[in-house]
């Protein structure tokens, strides 16, 4: 790359920089946390309802969503969020301390109706104008790394220490200190939780 194509690069995202670093000082000092965001394309809905607990970081795309009156999102210290990470939550959502989630992952604790227990006439109703509907809340624990394309949906815990494998859908519990993938994702390879030795889970 020339000298000179590096300086039109340069000067063509210096006011993203600066608009980026001007908005994070700001988000900083409101929540008396450090706070580093590409705000290219963020969406924030009902911040008020979005607690973070200490540090935070995300790439471009972010979208937080606390919906409603009881849609609550918190995230712990540490975390940090890669492109175009999406969180959605009409209960409660929480996300550990020391998270690490990769680019375009979902975590979501609802749906558009009812799903396969939908009755016949929330069918005929258009998707975006059925009811919010939740298997229950999302936790997800600490120290644990969600992988690129990652799908959490209601009604999981996921334990601390886990490593969640690209392109896994996670519709279940997953225990502490494993590493999970697959659709829908399951337990591969289980560490002692002493530190010691490992039990691997055989694959067919």
């Not at 000092?29 to 540090?55: E, Y």
């Not at 998707?127 to 394309?149: H, Q, Y």
Request: proline share 4%; with cysteine; aromatic share 6%.
């Amino acid at each position: 790359m020339s000298r000179c194509f590096r300086a039109v690069v340069f000067a063509a995202a210096l006011p993203r920089k600066i608009w980026n670093k001007a908005l994070n000082l700001l988000t900083s000092a409101l929540f008396g946390h450090r706070i580093i965001v590409d705000w290219t394309d963020a969406r924030i809905l009902n911040a008020a309802r979005i607690q973070f607990q200490g540090s935070f970081q995300a790439g471009r795309g972010l979208w937080l969503q606390a919906i409603g009156d009881r849609g609550h999102i918190e995230i712990g210290d540490g975390a940090r969020l890669s492109d175009l990470v999406h969180v959605g939550a009409v209960g409660r959502l929480r996300i550990g301390r020391n998270v690490l989630i990769g680019s375009k992952v979902l975590i979501i604790d609802h749906s558009h109706g009812h799903g396969y227990h939908a009755a016949p006439d929330e069918l005929r109703i258009p998707p975006g104008d059925r009811v919010l509907a939740s298997r229950g809340d999302i936790t997800i624990g600490d120290n644990v790394w969600l992988a690129d394309s990652v799908i959490v949906l209601a009604g999981v815990t996921i334990g601390d220490n886990c490593v969640i494998g690209a392109h896994s859908l996670v519709r279940h519990n997953l225990p502490p200190n494993s590493v999970c993938a697959g659709n829908p994702a399951r337990v591969l390879y289980t560490h002692d939780a002493s530190g010691g030795s490992a039990d691997a889970i055989p694959q067919p």
